[in-house]
């Protein structure tokens, strides 16, 4: 009863106000696009002002099919609110009304948008009156396509100059609006070229409505295609710009034959040395590889693994050119390519003039040593391990014993480490003996003992060494060492002597001469002893004969007894001589009474 009460009162206004010629104002504002994502919910806001209160305004909602014509999907007036039915958007349509004072904003929300909605929306607001105004909005719907797939071919490609021939395949699938594919080779875009590039483009429209694109590209190859990267873009429309996705990069094998051949020395990385291991190898600028054969100067084929020729040991015999060639499938000519082998050398060294010198000391010795090499030497003299001289001339001014042993020269060639050769030659030093001076010729020694005396002689020929004591040959032993001749003797010391020691060659002789002082021995010792010990002897006799005669401890002269009660175990005797003689006291024990003796 309430709600036909209110409707009567509008309608009453409604007339009321058309009859005295009222029209209000009514002003509408859209936007003229929204974006949304395919499935996701679409907001078009339409924004109103007037002059009348909201209770006096009429709202409709219409779209616009493809061919242009109005369809109502939303009526609503002070007194109802209808969703259209038997409409594509029947149960998928919100409408939220936000009145404010003179204006406000009535939102169209769409949801869980389709490709099909992807149309003109109009918001039409008027009053009860003429007044009235309408706007449009675009809803504009979007899917991301899939990411693309590159195919490319697998087998090889033989260049040719002909025509283009396919490189490989791009797909793009579900997007929306149609997305669209680019292809680039090695980041530079390729487009359509007659007789050089050719891209052809398919479009298909899935039972969703969505479009998948597919994209194929031939290329007239070329040899430089050879390991280039080709790879399709996919550009798409999403919500306020554009997207883009990338493929993986594919590589195609572009086969052509060689028409350059190029060989050279793989190892080792240096000069090359006899001894050496060397490897050869050999590449064409073909694709791929083909098999070559290799040759030497006098032209006779070498086997080889993998294009890789193998030389070992190799001595300046092998010196020269090498060759490797291919056969070009087309013209049948041989594609050769060739490098020069150079094996450095360094021939064994050699001394002269001899490698046995024998040389009277004080002269002078130049002894040379020489290396063939085809390289820069360096030269060193050693001996014994120590380094005497650089150069390939040794130079021995006034050689002496010394100077004699073996001398190696060693040459090496800097530039090449392991690159060395050696020699060597012994010296012999012909001279009179020589003998090595002991610490002291000068000696003492006590008589009867026996003193071992040494001497050391060198010269060549080695000497003969003897011992002569007081003109006579002394028995002596010797021993022949690699410093001369080592020989000793014994001597028994009774006397002052001088002991000679003479070494001799056919040179000439030398002597040294030891002088020995006899000193006191053990027999005059023991002898003193004696007489020491018979001395002592008659000096006790001696002493004992006075005791006995009363001559000493007061046996003799005046003598006063002053006797005196003692004890039975004590008795104190006084004797008392003249002033010639000394006072004794005697303590005796036992019972007896002392008187003149």
């Known amino acids: 009863m309430a709600l036909r009460t209110k409707t009567a009162l509008l309608v009453g206004l409604f007339f009321l106000l058309h009859t005295w010629g009222v029209k209000a104002q009514v002003k509408v504002e859209m936007e003229d696009r929204v974006e949304v994502t395919l499935g996701t919910a679409a907001e078009i806001p339409c924004l109103y002002t007037t002059d009348v209160g909201f209770g006096g305004l009429i709202i409709e909602w219409f779209y616009l099919d493809p061919a242009g014509k109005r369809h109502r999907i939303y009526f609503q007036d002070p007194t109802m609110r209808i969703e259209e039915t038997n409409s594509q958007f029947t149960g998928r349509i919100k409408v939220d009304v936000t009145p404010s004072q003179g204006s406000g904003q009535v939102l169209l929300r769409v949801l869980e948008t389709r490709l099909g909605d992807e149309l003109d929306f109009i918001c039409l607001v008027k009053s009860l009156t003429d007044g009235n105004d309408q706007g449009k909005t675009q809803l504009r719907v979007f899917e991301k396509p899939a990411h693309p797939i590159i195919k490319s071919v697998d087998e090889d490609i033989w260049f040719n100059n002909e025509e283009p021939v396919k490189i490989g395949s791009c797909e793009a699938k579900n997007g929306y609006p149609r997305p669209s594919i680019t292809w680039y080779k090695d980041n530079t875009p390729l487009s359509n070229v007659p007789n050089e590039v050719s891209v052809l483009s398919k479009e298909t429209t899935e039972s969703s409505g969505l479009f998948s694109v597919e994209s194929e590209l031939s290329l007239k190859v070329v040899k430089e295609d050879q390991g280039s990267e080709f790879y399709c873009e996919v550009n798409y429309q999403i919500i306020g710009g554009f997207g883009m996705l990338e493929s993986e990069k594919k590589k195609i094998r572009v086969r052509y034959p060689s028409d350059e051949v190029n060989l050279w020395v793989k190892s080792p990385k240096r000069d090359i040395k006899e001894g050496d291991t060397v490897e050869f190898e050999c590449l064409g600028n073909g694709n791929p590889q083909p098999l070559f054969t290799f040759r030497n100067r006098e032209m006779v084929e070498l086997n080889a693994i993998n294009n890789v020729l193998e030389l070992r040991n190799v001595s300046r015999l092998d010196s020269g050119l090498y060759e490797c060639f291919t056969t070009d499938i087309e013209t049948f000519e041989e594609v050769v390519g060739n490098t020069t082998l150079f094996v450095n050398y360094l021939e064994p060294a050699d001394v002269s003039p001899e490698e046995t010198l024998t040389l009277s000391q004080g002269a002078d010795l130049n002894q040379s040593c020489n290396a063939l090499s085809s390289l820069k030497t360096h030269t060193v003299w050693m001996k014994n391990g120590v380094k005497v001289a650089t150069g390939n001339i040794l130079s021995l001014r006034d050689v002496v014993y010394d100077m004699a042993g073996t001398y190696e020269c060693m040459v090496t060639v800097p530039q090449l480490v392991g690159m060395e050769t050696s020699a060597a030659f012994q010296l012999i030093v012909e001279g009179s003996p020589e003998i090595s001076e002991p610490q002291s010729t000068s000696l003492e020694q006590a008589v009867e003992s026996t003193v071992v005396l040494t001497c050391r002689a060198r010269g060549n020929p080695t000497p003969t060494i003897t011992w002569r004591s007081a003109g006579s040959l002394v028995d002596s032993q010797s021993n022949v060492t690699e410093d001369g001749v080592l020989s000793w003797v014994?001597?028994?010391?009774?006397?002052?002597?001088?002991?000679?020691?003479?070494?001799?060659?056919?040179?000439?002789?030398?002597?040294?001469?030891?002088?020995?002082?006899?000193?006191?021995?053990?027999?005059?010792?023991?002898?003193?002893?004696?007489?020491?010990?018979?001395?002592?002897?008659?000096?006790?006799?001696?002493?004992?004969?006075?005791?006995?005669?009363?001559?000493?401890?007061?046996?003799?002269?005046?003598?006063?007894?002053?006797k005196e009660k003692t004890s039975r175990d004590n008795i104190v005797v006084e004797m008392k001589s003249d002033n010639t003689e000394e006072a004794v006291l005697l303590a005796v024990n036992g019972d007896k009474t002392s008187g003149d003796q």
Do not use: W
Not at 525 to 531: H, T, Y
Not at 550 to 562: A, E, H, N, V, Y
């Open 490 to 562: 014994n001597v028994k010391v009774s006397s002052d002597l001088n002991v000679s020691c003479n070494a001799s060659n056919t040179n000439g002789n030398v002597e040294t001469l030891y002088s020995i002082k006899a000193t006191g021995g053990s027999g005059v010792i023991i002898a003193v002893l004696i007489i020491c010990l018979l001395l002592l002897a008659i000096l006790g006799s001696v002493l004992y004969f006075l005791y006995k005669k009363g001559k000493i401890c007061g046996r003799s002269g005046k003598q006063d007894l002053t």
